[in-house]
């Protein structure tokens, strides 16, 4: 069939149900962004490109369907590094369409000319560059289904001279892979280890949420050994919170009582997770990956078995087909060893945890220092953060969608969140990186508008992506609900200070003149500062009424004391020493 290469590239995009983009307008995209209404495709023309990335991510967690980033060549693109090596770790399958510079002039350092295959070769699951524009949507279409089988971004680069070509050319098929349900031998092996267990413990990841069906397989099998179920950091909706299995999630400030139940397992069923080495550090103090355990590692990539940790049975296979097989498999008396002690422990642990929650109001200092013990203080009338935390709890909905950024506040908030069901808990991952909250809440919006939705982000990494604050209020942009949690400081970077350098506070302070609430306000949105518990829940009861009935987006300052939790990466740091000795009279004179 005759067609243009722009055409039959956006004819292949249909095909896959692909009917979002975001990113920003450009002259190399323009070609097929000019017939993407026509196609009934939406383009989210955002303020920054990495935004519009997070959007993407946000968007497809949310709704399971793959949607795109695009815009132009060189910088353009290169603004989506963050983004799609976020998406990477977040098992996030998205399409990166990445226009190239024109062939004839790719060598000559031409305007805006870039190698971007090279650039995003340690962000994406799979990348493949169009060599003829006859083959644009044959490689279009492999891509995409690169993307859902490795559950990842994958890339497509196109020289901007291939667009308007006139070729011909048939619309290929999706392709879509059957998901393994593991080999029989490692399957079965689960089982007998399962069977024979005293104490079973499960873990699900992402790959929980990720896989249809894998939350009530996982759920399930949790019921047939009245196994506790944890969950990996930053996957709090991996398992329903309200079950009397669920412990909560490992990891960073997380939940005390997973992580001492856990502790006691005699075998490990470690469903559709890599197993990183962040969500297993000690917490509380307390170290709690049981060595001696028998480990079951469920992941559908090969390369991530065994790679943190020992693994006893390694099954490489989707979670839910994997946790049927061994439920399938297990002797009729699985789960009976212990079973009624079993069950009174993680009620009493549960019940402990939820106890001594509910009752946190403040950060502790480490012995020899005492920020957190000044800096209430200094502001004895202003929330702490755990304050917040409680407050917000008691508004959000149910249902509600959530998104964290990256840092301390948020982190801190880490063990209250719970959910009914799965895609409902965004962060940004093991990449980590700051700007996440905003834009992936807005992305998951877009894909569930009548879902409630509420971001959160600290101040400093809210500063990243604040300029979205221009794009979102336009009047085809779904409105959202945002939490700045503002303590006028880099949090995690301070808490490092504090410990291991001496309290000398480089680069970690922020302007307390700057509003964020005022500059929603000049955005068009609404913006409202809160200083007390009280005046939160009832702000977020709003925002949210407004979010759903008025179609109206609240940004909420939050003002917090500057307590500070616990610090991110006490397994990678360790106070310096000063040999040779540095001063100031030694810098060069001008």
């Given at each position: 069939?005759?067609?243009?290469?722009?055409?039959?590239?956006?004819?292949?995009?249909?095909?896959?149900?692909?009917?979002?983009?975001?990113?920003?307008?450009?002259?190399?995209?323009?070609?097929?962004?000019?017939?993407?209404?026509?196609?009934?495709?939406?383009?989210?023309?955002?303020?920054?490109?990495?935004?519009?990335?997070?959007?993407?991510?946000?968007?497809?967690?949310?709704?399971?369907?793959?949607?795109?980033?695009?815009?132009?060549?060189?910088?353009?693109?290169?603004?989506?590094?963050?983004?799609?090596?976020?998406?990477?770790?977040?098992?996030?399958?998205?399409?990166?369409?990445?226009?190239?510079?024109?062939?004839?002039?790719?060598?000559?350092?031409?305007?805006?000319?870039?190698?971007?295959?090279?650039?995003?070769?340690?962000?994406?699951?799979?990348?493949?560059?169009?060599?003829?524009?006859?083959?644009?949507?044959?490689?279009?279409?492999?891509?995409?289904?690169?993307?859902?089988?490795?559950?990842?971004?994958?890339?497509?680069?196109?020289?901007?001279?291939?667009?308007?070509?006139?070729?011909?050319?048939?619309?290929?098929?999706?392709?879509?892979?059957?998901?393994?349900?593991?080999?029989?031998?490692?399957?079965?092996?689960?089982?007998?280890?399962?069977?024979?267990?005293?104490?079973?413990?499960?873990?699900?990841?992402?790959?929980?949420?990720?896989?249809?069906?894998?939350?009530?397989?996982?759920?399930?099998?949790?019921?047939?050994?009245?196994?506790?179920?944890?969950?990996?950091?930053?996957?709090?909706?991996?398992?329903?919170?309200?079950?009397?299995?669920?412990?909560?999630?490992?990891?960073?400030?997380?939940?005390?009582?997973?992580?001492?139940?856990?502790?006691?397992?005699?075998?490990?069923?470690?469903?559709?997770?890599?197993?990183?080495?962040?969500?297993?550090?000690?917490?509380?103090?307390?170290?709690?990956?049981?060595?001696?355990?028998?480990?079951?590692?469920?992941?559908?990539?090969?390369?991530?078995?065994?790679?943190?940790?020992?693994?006893?049975?390694?099954?490489?296979?989707?979670?839910?087909?994997?946790?049927?097989?061994?439920?399938?498999?297990?002797?009729?008396?699985?789960?009976?060893?212990?079973?009624?002690?079993?069950?009174?422990?993680?009620?009493?642990?549960?019940s402990a945890w939820a106890q001594e929650l509910s009752s946190l109001d403040h950060e502790q200092?480490?012995?020899?220092?005492?920020?957190?013990?000044?800096a209430r203080q200094a502001r004895p009338d202003w929330m702490s953060p755990r304050q917040a935390?409680?407050?917000?709890?008691?508004?959000?909905?149910?249902d509600a969608i959530i998104s964290s950024d990256i840092g301390n506040n948020c982190a801190i908030?880490?063990?209250?969140?719970?959910?009914?069901?799965?895609?409902?808990?965004?962060?940004?991952?093991?990449?980590?990186?700051?700007?996440?909250?905003?834009?992936?809440?807005?992305?998951?919006?877009?894909?569930?508008?009548?879902?409630?939705?509420?971001?959160?982000?600290?101040?400093?990494?809210?500063?990243?992506?604040?300029?979205?604050?221009?794009?979102?209020?336009?009047?085809?942009?779904?409105?959202?609900?945002?939490?700045?949690?503002?303590?006028?400081?880099?949090?995690?970077?301070?808490?490092?200070?504090?410990?291991?350098?001496?309290?000398?506070?480089?680069?970690?302070?922020?302007?307390?003149?700057?509003?964020?609430?005022?500059?929603?306000?000049?955005?068009?949105?609404?913006?409202?500062?809160?200083?007390?518990?009280?005046?939160?829940?009832?702000?977020?009861?709003?925002?949210?009424?407004?979010?759903?009935?008025?179609?109206?987006?609240?940004?909420?300052?939050?003002?917090?004391?500057?307590?500070?939790?616990?610090?991110?990466?006490?397994?990678?740091?360790?106070?310096?020493?000063?040999?040779?000795?540095?001063?100031?009279?030694?810098?060069?004179?001008?």
């Open positions: 069939m005759k067609m243009t290469t722009e055409e039959a590239f956006v004819k292949t995009l249909q095909a896959h149900g692909i009917r979002h983009a975001f990113g920003i307008i450009g002259s190399a995209m323009m070609p097929i962004s000019d017939i993407f209404p026509s196609a009934g495709i939406t383009f989210w023309d955002c303020a920054h490109e990495g935004s519009a990335g997070m959007m993407a991510d946000g968007y497809t967690r949310a709704t399971g369907e793959m949607s795109m980033m695009i815009a132009q060549n060189g910088p353009g693109i290169t603004n989506f590094v963050t983004a799609v090596k976020t998406a990477y770790w977040n098992h996030t399958p998205c399409l990166l369409v990445t226009p190239q510079a024109a062939n004839k002039t790719i060598g000559q350092g031409g305007f805006q000319e870039m190698e971007q295959m090279n650039l995003f070769a340690d962000c994406v699951a799979y990348q493949e560059e169009v060599r003829d524009p006859s083959r644009v949507a044959e490689v279009l279409a492999r891509v995409i289904a690169k993307a859902h089988r490795l559950s990842g971004p994958a890339q497509i680069n196109i020289p901007r001279d291939f667009w308007t070509q006139v070729v011909d050319v048939e619309i290929p098929e999706p392709i879509v892979f059957e998901a393994s349900p593991g080999g029989e031998n490692s399957v079965a092996k689960a089982a007998e280890l399962i069977s024979g267990a005293k104490n079973p413990v499960i873990l699900n990841g992402a790959g929980v949420v990720l896989s249809p069906g894998g939350i009530a397989a996982s759920m399930a099998l949790a019921e047939r050994l009245d196994a506790p179920v944890c969950v990996g950091y930053q996957h709090n909706d991996a398992f329903p919170g309200s079950h009397p299995l669920f412990a909560g999630p490992l990891g960073y400030n997380g939940s005390k009582a997973a992580m001492q139940l856990i502790s006691d397992a005699d075998v490990v069923i470690c469903l559709g997770t890599r197993l990183n080495p962040f969500s297993t550090l000690p917490g509380y103090g307390i170290d709690y990956w049981p060595k001696d355990a028998k480990v079951i590692q469920v992941d559908l990539n090969p390369d991530r078995i065994g790679l943190t940790k020992k693994v006893t049975v390694g099954i490489v296979g989707d979670a839910a087909k994997v946790a049927r097989g061994i439920l399938g498999q297990l002797s009729e008396d699985a789960g009976d060893a212990g079973r009624a002690d079993r069950k009174a422990k993680i009620a009493q642990t549960k200092d480490d012995p020899g220092t005492t920020w957190n013990e000044r935390w409680r407050a917000i709890q008691q508004a959000l909905p149910r908030g880490n063990a209250y969140p719970d959910f009914d069901e799965g895609r409902k808990y965004l962060a940004p991952g093991l990449f980590g990186p700051c700007g996440y909250g905003l834009p992936s809440i807005v992305g998951a919006k877009i894909g569930q508008p009548h879902v409630p939705v509420v971001g959160f982000a600290g101040d400093g990494a809210f500063g990243i992506s604040v300029n979205e604050l221009t794009a979102i209020g336009r009047d085809e942009w779904p409105a959202i609900t945002q939490i700045v949690f503002r303590n006028y400081q880099w949090g995690a970077e301070k808490r490092n200070s504090t410990l291991w350098f001496d309290d000398n506070f480089v680069g970690t302070e922020l302007d307390m003149k700057v509003s964020y609430a005022g500059i929603a306000q000049a955005c068009g949105l609404k913006g409202v500062q809160v200083r007390t518990m009280d005046e939160l829940t009832a702000a977020l009861n709003t925002a949210i009424k407004d979010q759903m009935e008025g179609n109206e987006t609240t940004l909420i300052e939050v003002i917090l004391n500057q307590e500070l939790g616990e610090p991110f990466r006490r397994d990678a740091m360790k106070k310096p020493v000063r040999v040779a000795g540095i001063d100031a009279s030694d810098m060069a004179a001008e």
